[in-house]
């Protein structure tokens, strides 16, 4: 059974960091697309970044590139999307979601319903 875990958000202020961590259990990286989404309240759903642990490639939404890099630790099945320089505008839950690689066309910035999604984690910035 594919299962994603998130976690590491929480409460902090403008100009802080946070690490969240997306535990997959039920099938390997390699074959999936991983990515993390946000949505704040009364906001669509907004792809923040996503990575392919095949062949290395990340895409990251133009409004957190220089802030959050995504990386993946394919020895513990984790994915992680490192925050930085925090923004009020980043607060959001976040959520990991998979997606079999092939299924983008091996494509990491092709915009598509990925399969399998997290509980989601919250991230608050304060001002």
């Known amino acids: 059974e594919v299962q994603l875990q998130a976690s590491g958000g929480g409460s902090v202020q403008a100009g802080g960091s946070l690490r969240l961590s997306c535990a997959a259990s039920?099938?390997?990286?390699?074959?999936?697309?991983i990515g993390w989404f946000r949505q704040a309240p009364g906001k669509e759903r907004e792809r923040v970044s996503c990575?392919?642990?095949?062949?290395?490639?990340?895409y990251t939404a133009d409004s957190v590139k220089g802030r959050f890099t995504i990386s993946s630790d394919n020895a513990k099945n984790t994915v992680y999307l490192q925050m930085t320089s925090l923004k009020p505008e980043d607060t959001a839950v976040y959520y990991c979601?998979?997606?079999?690689?092939?299924?983008?066309?091996?494509?990491?910035?092709?915009?598509?319903?990925?399969?399998?999604w997290g509980q989601g984690t919250q991230v608050t910035v304060s001002s």
């Open positions: 039920g099938f390997t990286l390699d074959d999936y697309a």
């Open positions: 990575i392919s642990s095949s062949d290395g490639t990340t």
């Open positions: 979601a998979a997606i079999p690689y092939f299924r983008l066309g091996y494509r990491i910035n092709v915009l598509y319903e990925y399969d399998y």
